[in-house]
């Protein structure tokens, strides 16, 4: 079955800087990316998605990438802000297959 | 209603107790998921549904956990029996296609489950 690992586990930026969260993933047959947000006490929300088919996908300031090759994709935040610091997961599916989600990144933003 | 319920929102149960979940998803939402999230981790697939057809509970921990979801729309998970590596947070995800990718899933706020 499909494996997903998310690093780093725990990200400290700057307010204003960028952020990077990487994951990888084991199923060639996943085709569908999601990135979810998950703020302290409160339910997972999807910030941005990106599915097989494109490698890139942009949302002002969020980016994620994909690379079907090398089996990665990748959540970019720009000028991050206070507002930003949350858990962020990762996930994957093959569309008939229920989501698998990495381990999750604890993103602190530092004013 | 706006968005996918779930109650209650915490439960205290004693070792031993059996507990059952709810899961209000989204109106017409064919998909309906669960998963166990544990402090400090990613959720955990538990079962998944199609309308009231359970497709996959390949990761049911156990054969204390059952879901159900007889009408396809409100979903029971219930746990017998309960044991201290129970506790976590019990989170319901719907979609409106059977297809994911196609149409996002939606969480609810999850409940908090505390075996004592």
């Known amino acids: 079955g499909e494996n997903v690992e998310q690093h780093p586990s725990t990200l400290s930026v700057q307010e204003g800087d960028s952020a990077v969260i990487k994951c990888t993933y084991s199923d060639s047959a996943s085709n569908y990316f999601p990135w979810y947000k998950q703020e302290l006490g409160k339910r997972p929300q999807l910030i941005i998605d990106i599915r097989s088919n494109v490698g890139e996908k942009k949302d002002q300031r969020i980016a994620v990438t994909l690379n079907k090759t090398a089996k990665h994709f990748s959540l970019h935040i720009t000028e991050t802000q206070p507002e930003d610091s949350a858990v962020y997961f990762c996930a994957a599916s093959s569309g008939n297959t229920p989501l698998v989600f990495g381990k999750g990144t604890r993103l602190s933003v530092i004013a | 209603g706006a968005g996918v319920s779930q109650s209650p929102r915490y439960k205290v149960a004693k070792r031993g107790q059996d507990v059952a979940l709810r899961c209000d998803p989204i109106?017409?939402?064919?998909?309906l998921f669960w998963y166990q999230q544990a402090l400090g981790q990613g959720p955990e697939f538990l079962t998944y549904?199609?309308?009231?057809?359970?497709?996959?509970k390949s990761g049911l921990p156990s054969d204390r956990f059952f879901a159900e979801r007889p009408e396809g729309s409100v979903s029971t998970l219930k746990i017998q029996r309960t044991q201290q590596e129970d506790s976590a947070v019990y989170l319901c995800a719907s979609s409106l296609s059977w297809v994911l990718g196609l149409t996002e899933a939606f969480f609810g706020q999850g409940t908090r489950l505390t075996v004592v």
């Open positions: 549904f199609q309308n009231e057809a359970q497709l996959d």
């Open positions: 109106s017409g939402h064919v998909s």
